[in-house]
């Protein structure tokens, strides 16, 4: 570390005629024990040639810095006198960081002196900080106060936070993956092998990514061509799955093992890119909040239902979310331009509403000059023009004609607004049914962290409801078009948790308020667990197939088996399709059954065949049959 009374106390004179730099103020953060301040300032290619520094013993600091063109400046009069001859800074990569030592050893308020007000770019430095604890249980020790009191470490947690790239170029795991995502892809992975199989509305993405594995490029064989859709949709998604899931397809294919381990494939790599995402929006809410919030976000998630079960499933809104956790994690870090290439092209590929999520945040970040102008004009188009290129590329090929599938989707659900066709529901519905189902515990917890974190949280909070409030306005609702915004009414969750857990033993209420907290997110986890296990019963078509093929291993001779359309639309997909000399059929309408060997029908009794299973679904909850409290009837017969 280099000390503070050889640095530099202004930028070198520039020429009187050389028109004076536009200047900036950078976002800091800082921390304090009785002895020590640290102030950490956060900015790219800062090196010790471009940054200047000078302080005096009344607390004056000023810091100057040339980066990429720009100016960088921040005058502080600091709280207290200060050792400037014990002081000293350390710059590394992206950061400066500057510890300073304390003439009269107490805590300080604030970081500049009373009269001046806080600074809009001023943070706390949650990575330095945690909660001392009661010492009330000591003889001759009284509370001071009733506010909180905080301890900082020293010199071991003076380093930033890890790159994800050491100096010798080889990757630092341990800043990519960490425990905690760890846990949240077992337990993710835990519900694809409860519930394999998918629905309808799963269908076409998870039917490409088979027809991406097993016919390559016949698309004459493809499946969309048969069934097409009342929209196209891009194949953009699965094919990236596909494409990272073929070298176990083709280890598979050598060893003689079933397509249902394929779609096991396709589904946990899906789980892992959504598990990675997530993951690097938990590490950000960990640096912005403190540790605690990061992993009470990862508990009151877990302890959900719908956002763990839908991670691993080939929905359009899944792929896209993906890409929000990203736009998230850029947004938490105030990186606005790749916030915006991540943004549209997620709206470009996959869900344009995403637009009505970051529009307004993007435009709050130019009003309030976060992001100039033509930065943001200049990035948004280079990636909505390349995202429509590509999109239109690869879709026009597997479609057979020129299509933008999301511009298409858009025309059809908002210029036409035909989505009502598929059911309408109340303006209010997302505020009374989907969002207390999907947050459960985390509902009472927002208000908790508005109370304490509102400044931090409340503009995060208020484009997720913005964005809910403008979709309620569509008439056909379901609960997968607001994920986008479930990961922001979590991350304000588990930031008041975070804010309970550091404050449980400052009084008997507050240990009162945490301790109900995690009964809460206890019970939720409960019920979770239950829906998990409804789930799990739902899906009658997969399973009934699954059932035909055990049944009759012996016969290799060609046949062909009827798939009803409730059985199409609960579970059976290509991967199931597992014997290659049956022909497999989802003839509709009135159909003859004499030329099919096997049926899969909810029609109990078809005059010629004989059933041979029973395939029983879920058929409500009923808590008078207590343990078994699940009901079941049966589904579809296999014939």
Known sequence: MSSLSNSSSSLSNSSS?????????????????KTKIWITIELPELKKSNTNISITPEGALTFRAEVKGRCYILDLLLFDRLRVEDSSWLIRPRVLILELQKLNATRWKCLQQPHLPKLSNERIDWDRVELETDSSGDEGNKETDTEERM?????DMLKPPPPLARNDGRWNWAAIVDLWDVVFLCCVAFQVLCCPFTKVEESFNLQAMHDFLYHHYHLSSYDHLDFPGVVPRTFIGPMFIALLSSPFVLFFKIFGFSKIASLYTARLVLCLLSTFSFGLFRKDVSRKYGPQAGISLVFITLCQFHL??????????VFALILVFLALYYWLQERYVPLIMVSVSAAALFRSELALLFGPVIIEALVKKRVQLHHAIKYGLISLISSIVVSVIIDSIMWRRLVWPEGEVFYYN???NKSHNWGTSPFHW????ALPRSLLHAIPLIPVSLYYERHRVGPYLRAALIFVVIYSFLPHKELRFIFPAIPIFNMAAGVALGRLFRRRNKRRWGRLMFYASVAMVVVGGLLSLGFLASSANNYPGGYALARLHSLETSNTSPSSVHIDNLAAITGVSRFGEINPSWNYTKVEG????????????PIEHVEGFETIHV????????????????KSSPKLYVM
Do not use: C, H, Q
């Open 151 to 155: 301890n900082f470490a020293m010199t």
């Open 430 to 433: 997302y505020f009374t049914s």
């Open 590 to 601: 009135k159909i003859d059954y004499t030329p099919y060997t096997y049926l899969l029908s």
């Open 414 to 416: 908002v210029i036409l």
């Open 17 to 33: 005629t050389t028109p004076a730099p536009k200047l900036y103020n950078p976002v800091f953060k800082w921390a304090d024990t």
């Open 615 to 630: 395939e029983l679904g879920f058929d409500g909850v009923s808590l008078r049959e207590f343990p078994k409290i699940i």
């Open 308 to 317: 763990p079960f839908y991670l691993s499933r080939p929905l359009p809104n």
